[in-house]
Structures are given as structure tokens and as C-alpha cells.
């Protein structure tokens, strides 16, 4: 792709750019051949909008109600959107967090970013490698964590409030999101199982 963009004028390698990926970081703009002036001009021009420090977007881009969490993951690639933000994702929670809660390995770096607001949660190697899925958000392959893994996730995690995890449980159940073995299986393998059995097995045995 980048051999072909080569031969065109910068203007012509940034709409080129623009078709694959409406959303863009600065560094993309830069490997692909065209300079900060540039992107400047394109700015003053109407052709590219600037939505966050280093990050653009296609003006024309076709928007989702779920763009902060593109944006983020553009953000943070080595990140993964989990806890209640995966929750809302899934539509297994009425709470809509006011920052995107974004899980990283304790190896990766954790930017200091202001747009959209992030909330930065370092999850063990272990926890980070497993369910994850890709949902085509804004144009991009956002990494989410799956209904049964973000189930094992809140249980774990301190930082999400016990009868919001059992609240999503219940959802995820009634709307028959996940089996209550798979439920069972990622909390198992997710550290959560001690804490989630007995929530589980009380609204398994009620349903």
C-alpha cells in the first residue's frame, strides 16, 4: 500500500489514508510520507479534523455512538476496553462511565491522554491475553474484552462496584448473552470464580 502512496502528492496519500482508516494518529500520517505542514494545511482546509492531540479524523467519516472507544484504542494499542466500559458495550449495564476504562499489560506504557477521558487499569499477562474480540467501530477493529471474560473481570476487579457486577451477571443471563458454563469458565481461568459461584449458582437456580 505504502509503495503505491509513495508515487501520489501528499494530499492524494492522505485521502488514500483516510479511505482505510477514518481515524488516524500523527505518527500514521508521518509513516505514510506526509509532514506536519501538511497535515496543518489539511486541518485550516476542512479535509481532516483534529480530535485529540496527535489524533485526526476523516471529515466525512461515518460516526458511532461508540466512537470514544475507537478513539481510545487508536490511543492505546497495546490496550484492550474492558470493565464497565466493555459492560456498556454490551449492553449489560445501564451505568455510562464517564471515562473509557482501557486495560493494559503492567509491560505496557500508560500515555497521559486528556480526549476522549481514559481510565488506564493494568490487568496481570495472564488476564490480558484471553476473549478478546474485534468489533468495527468508526471504522476501526476496536479490541473489547467478551461478555464472560468482562463478567470475570468485574468480579475481580475492586474498582467496579459488587452490585454492578451482579446486576451485568443477571443480564448477561436473562438475555442469554453467554451459557452459565461459559460464564463459569472464564471466571475460573479470570481469578473471579470465588467471589462470582455463589451470584451464579443463585441465579441459575432461580432462573
Known amino acids: 500500500m505504502y509503495q503505491t502512496m509513495n508515487r501520489l502528492s501528499q494530499r492524494d496519500r492522505l485521502a488514500a489514508l ?14 505514510a510520507g506526509i509532514t506536519p505542514s501538511m497535515i496543518s494545511r489539511a486541518v485550516e482546509d476542512g479535509d481532516l479534523a483534529r480530535i485529540a492531540r496527535g489524533l485526526y479524523q476523516r471529515v466525512n467519516a461515518e460516526l458511532s455512538a461508540e466512537q470514544s472507544l475507537a478513539e481510545a484504542s487508536k490511543l492505546v494499542p ?17 451505568q455510562m462511565p464517564r471515562k473509557v476504562w482501557v486495560a493494559i499489560s503492567p509491560r505496557d506504557w500508560a500515555p497521559v491522554i486528556s480526549y476522549p477521558p481514559m481510565r488506564i487499569t493494568e490487568f496481570p499477562d495472564k488476564y490480558m491475553t484471553h ?17 464472560p471474560k468482562t463478567l470475570a473481570d468485574v468480579f475481580r476487579s475492586r474498582a467496579v ?3 454492578v457486577a451482579i446486576e451485568a451477571l443477571r443480564a448477561a443471563l436473562r438475555d442469554r448473552r453467554a451459557t452459565p458454563g461459559e460464564i463459569a469458565r472464564s471466571a475460573w481461568d479470570g481469578g473471579a470464580w470465588k467471589v462470582m459461584q455463589p451470584y451464579l449458582e443463585a441465579l441459575v437456580s432461580d432462573g
Not at 497495546?78 to 445501564?94: M, N, Q, W, Y
Open 78 to 94: 497495546k490496550g484492550v476496553i474492558a470493565l464497565t466500559s466493555a459492560l456498556a458495550f454490551h449492553e449489560l449495564t445501564d
Open 161 to 163: 462496584d459488587r452490585s
Open 131 to 147: 476473549g478478546i474480540e474485534r468489533h468495527r467501530i468508526s471504522g476501526i477493529d476496536v479490541p473489547i474484552f467478551s461478555v
Open 18 to 31: 483516510l479511505e482505510t482508516q477514518p481515524i488516524v494518529r500523527a505518527y500514521e500520517l508521518r509513516q
